[in-house]
């Protein structure tokens, strides 16, 4: 697996950093992250949010196993219709390796709406669970990533190709030994780590939300059946060929790059639900404040365990990625983080490649919503109505950002880091 692509599969795909814990866990959370069937990983959950209430271990095991089966509705939603997983940066919500299903159900507008909603409250839950363990809590979770899973294929199972390995494996293309003799991918989970998948928690519902908020049936009618070629919608027997679609990528046949292009023209959605966009703001600013929350408790952490994201006090290279962290790259990814803010408050301007003197108002842009087009936003008429006159993000305010993460780039630490 390359660093790029193991760091790609932490952000994109989200994987959850726990499976089994130290021994002052409570008993539950190591039956719930070594389960393997879907009823005796959700009796051992129940069994902690019971006791999440006055117990932070719970809490926070809890959190984590809600986060997993956030990704399990959305996985299990998909697999249930024939979803075919597209390799593109275009659909980050749709990047879940599911198994092909011989006999998909068919899917309707309504019903892809309706898989969207349970899975981000599902992360709601998980985002309120994460955020209810105290800030001083003594938190130590050792996870082996080749023993957690979700069930992709809704059989009720989570088998051994359905563990975190497996699939950071299948979307970076490469191969995990799932065998008993394979090598341990093992980390230390600590109370930094809940701020991180609390932050990763937010920063998918901000994506969900931002859907949700419109109205994107014309898109569904008019290109989904390449995402979903079995599925019985409106356009599938005039352009999916008579294979079904069984021909692999996204881009793996002309027929699918026709539709990718099609997607995106389809991208002017009406608003529906103009407070899902503000929400997706809010979400955003606080996966900032808890990726700040995040680095001042690793900053503060004395110990050298395992680490998932190490401090630069804390020697040695992370065992997904790598890379070790320095006290430049934590500097400028807080500077970052304030970049970010400054430009969701609107503090800052975001520029366009064809207007000068004027920019985007990014807080505007969700806090007052007008219909979504993708094309006309590339091109300008869509966000004049967000233009003004003030402090412009320049590119050699970025570029002085990114150069202090060296050889392994900006993009490579930010989708780590979150």
Not at 230 to 259: C, H, N, Y
Request: net charge negative; charged share 20%; aromatic share 10%.
């Amino acid at each position: 697996m390359t660093r790029i692509a193991g760091l790609m599969v932490a952000a994109l795909f989200l994987c959850l950093p726990i499976s089994s814990v130290a021994a002052e866990m409570p008993a539950a959370a190591n039956a719930l992250f070594e389960a393997k069937s879907v009823s005796e990983r959700s009796t051992a959950l129940s069994a902690l949010e019971a006791a999440a209430p006055g117990e932070p271990g719970s809490a926070y095991a809890a959190g984590a196993g809600e986060f997993f089966t956030a990704l399990e509705i959305l996985a299990g939603g998909l697999h249930r219709h024939g979803f075919e997983s597209p390799q593109s940066f275009m659909l980050p919500l749709m990047r879940l390796p599911v198994p092909d299903n011989p006999d998909p159900e068919p899917l309707t507008y309504e019903q892809f709406r309706a898989i969207l909603v349970a899975f981000r409250d599902r992360l709601e839950k998980s985002a309120a669970t994460l955020g209810s363990v105290p800030g001083d809590a003594d938190i130590g979770m050792v996870v082996d990533l080749t023993h957690a899973g979700i069930d992709l294929n809704e059989d009720g199972n989570i088998a051994p190709d359905e563990s975190i390995a497996a699939i950071m494996a299948s979307l970076s293309r490469g191969s995990v030994d799932t065998s008993d003799a394979a090598p341990q991918l093992t980390f230390r989970f600590d109370r930094a780590d809940g701020y991180w998948l609390q932050g990763y928690a937010e920063f998918l519902m901000a994506q969900a939300d931002f859907w949700l908020a419109h109205d994107f049936r014309t898109m569904f009618d008019g290109s989904f059946h390449m995402l979903f070629p079995r599925a019985k919608l409106p356009l599938q027997d005039t352009l999916v060929p008579p294979d079904g679609g069984m021909s692999g990528s996204i881009f793996a046949s002309e027929w699918r790059f026709a539709d990718f292009i099609s997607l995106v023209h389809l991208v002017n959605w009406p608003v529906v639900e103009p407070e899902r966009r503000q929400a997706a703001r809010r979400h955003l600013l606080e996966m900032i404040r808890l990726s700040r929350e995040d680095w001042k408790a690793i900053r503060a952490e004395t110990d050298n365990d395992r680490e998932w994201l190490p401090g630069p006090q804390q020697k040695g290279l992370n065992q997904l990625t790598g890379l070790a962290v320095g006290e430049e790259q934590v500097t400028a990814w807080l500077a970052t983080l304030d970049m970010a803010e400054d430009l969701l408050e609107g503090r800052v301007l975001l520029p366009h490649f064809r207007i000068a003197g004027k920019g985007i108002n990014m807080k505007r842009f969700f806090d007052e919503p007008k219909p979504f087009d993708l094309v006309l936003s590339i091109t300008g008429p869509a966000i004049a109505p967000y233009l003004e006159t003030g402090k412009i993000l320049t590119s050699e305010d970025f570029d002085q950002i990114q150069r202090e993460f060296g050889g392994a780039g900006f993009l490579t630490f930010a989708l780590w880091f979150n």
